[in-house]
């Protein structure tokens, strides 16, 4: 079985400025896929970034990436930037190559001040 | 493309009522997902199926739930005789699978159910 943990149950950052969020995850295959989902107050959930773990280099997209580590199973996200329109739950999952279904983690609360 | 689209957006019954939700995948999806939220957690993966045959079912699941697809298209979670141990937000998602690898799945607005 696959299990995703975040340790960071809230957070909060100015606005323009960086921040990262934590997440470890375990898993006994080698292809695995990881993603970073945004779920805004009220509203529905969408992609942030994705990462194959067979990739080396990490995911990139925008203001968003990604410190992969995978000897330490780990699967951090960076915000730069910030923007208040960022406020939201962040949720790190995890899918295997087959089966596709999404393990999730508890969720980090980010909040972006003015 | 319309998104995913989930009906109706909030259901509030009794306990031991029966209820149904449906679900509307993006179109040509071929995968479709139902996963339950409780407040202050992460999804879990409730089932999902690849056009209408239902591949997976997760323990979550009991006797009391049943899902359907039965074209291949949209998509109906029935909860019978409900508790309140199941209000919850029920999530739906759909991707398109096109071979190996793993698909990106997208995400409806959820329907919250609360059960008095």
């Known amino acids: 079985a696959q299990t995703v943990t975040q340790s960071q149950p809230e957070m909060s950052v100015q606005e323009a400025e960086t921040v990262t969020l934590s997440c470890t995850y375990d898993t006994s295959e080698n292809n695995y896929y990881l993603f970073w989902y945004k779920q805004p107050p009220s509203r529905q959930m969408i992609l942030v970034i994705r990462q194959e773990a067979y990739k080396q280099q990490n995911a990139t997209e925008n203001r968003f990436s990604v410190n992969f580590q995978k000897a330490a199973k780990s699967f951090s996200l960076k915000i730069s930037d910030s923007q208040l329109g960022d406020t939201a739950m962040y949720f790190c999952a995890l899918a295997l190559n087959a089966g596709n279904m999404l393990t999730f983690g508890g969720g980090t609360r980010l909040m972006v001040k003015p | 493309d319309t998104g995913v689209s989930q009906n109706p957006r909030h259901k509030i019954t009794k306990r031991g009522q029966n209820v149904t939700f449906r679900c509307d995948p993006i179109?040509?999806?071929?995968?479709l997902y139902w996963y339950r939220q409780t407040l202050g957690q992460g999804p879990e993966f409730l089932t999902y199926?690849?056009?209408?045959?239902?591949?997976?079912k997760s323990r979550l699941l009991s006797d009391r739930f049943s899902a359907e697809r039965p074209k291949g298209s949209f998509s109906t979670l029935e909860i019978q005789r409900t508790e309140q141990g199941d209000s919850a937000m029920y999530l739906c998602?759909?991707?398109?699978?096109?071979?190996?690898?793993?698909?990106?799945?997208?995400f409806g607005p959820g329907t919250r159910l609360t059960v008095l």
């Open positions: 199926f690849q056009n209408e045959a239902q591949l997976e």
């Open positions: 998602a759909s991707s398109l699978r096109m071979g190996e690898g793993t698909d990106t799945q997208y």
């Open positions: 179109s040509e999806h071929n995968r």
